[in-house]
């Protein structure tokens, strides 16, 4: 695995060079590679040719930093990054954001934490720290302490429940998986307590649309909508 040269290791072999060492030699002596120092030195050795130490590491510095700027695809693209902006929504994943614009889903969140830090409260989360897995609450709160069990419901062979009903096994979510999704999901529009005689039914229309039609990664990147309508067209 390459490494970069520290500062320390320029110094060493900056010295070994001022005492007459061949590339070898002081290859050997700094326990690398022969093609590792000269590498160096092609890199960083004034244009005289002499290597010190602090110009080299000047050199080196700056080309890293310059490599990072470089790869920074959003900051550097001003179409991408408008596309990354107009998608950015509480209910839009960063997966389906890194998909759309056809690039690792971390790739949006390092742009916005790097240089949009503006636009954080449009992430899911709203770019809050989420609770570390495995520190749940130690007691049900609230209405949960009084519904039933996912075990003691009848068995009607589909997942149904809505926000007050038959509660899953405590520690067990993945029995409802996709209902505690979309709860989760409706949740960050219309917070706990939310007054829905101040929402419109615009606002409403709005949440609807973002839920069923941008794509998913459970349904192979196809949108809720398109995969209803196909489900309905192979049933006729």
């Not at 022969?34 to 005289?48: F, H, K, P």
Request: positive net charge; aromatic residues 6%; hydrophobic residues 30%.
């Amino acid at each position: 695995m390459h490494t970069h040269r520290t500062r320390d290791e320029r110094v060493a072999l900056a010295a070994l060079l001022r005492e007459g060492f061949n590339q070898s030699e002081a290859a050997e002596h700094l326990g690398v590679h022969r093609s590792t120092v000269c590498r160096e030195l092609q890199r960083n050795a004034r244009e005289d040719g002499s290597y010190h130490a602090t110009h080299a590491d000047c050199l080196a510095r700056e080309r890293r930093r310059q490599a990072k700027e470089d790869a920074r695809l959003l900051e550097n693209n001003e179409r991408l990054a408008t596309l990354a902006e107009a998608l950015l929504d509480p209910l839009v994943s960063s997966k389906v954001i890194g998909y759309c614009l056809g690039r690792h889903h971390q790739t949006p969140y390092a742009w916005l934490y790097r240089s949009r830090p503006d636009l954080l409260g449009r992430l899911p989360q709203r770019g809050r720290k989420r609770r570390r897995y495995g520190s749940k609450r130690a007691k049900k709160q609230g209405w949960t302490k009084h519904v039933r069990s996912i075990e003691e419901r009848p068995a009607l062979g589909w997942e149904g429940d809505t926000i007050k009903g038959s509660s899953r096994a405590r520690s067990h979510p993945w029995q409802r998986g996709k209902n505690e999704n979309t709860n989760g999901r409706l949740r960050r529009p219309f917070p706990k307590r939310s007054d829905f005689r101040t929402v419109s039914k615009r606002e409403l229309a709005d949440v609807v649309d973002l839920m069923n039609h941008p794509p998913r990664e459970s349904l192979g990147w196809r949108t809720p909508c398109a995969t209803y309508e196909k489900a309905c067209c192979n049933s006729d």
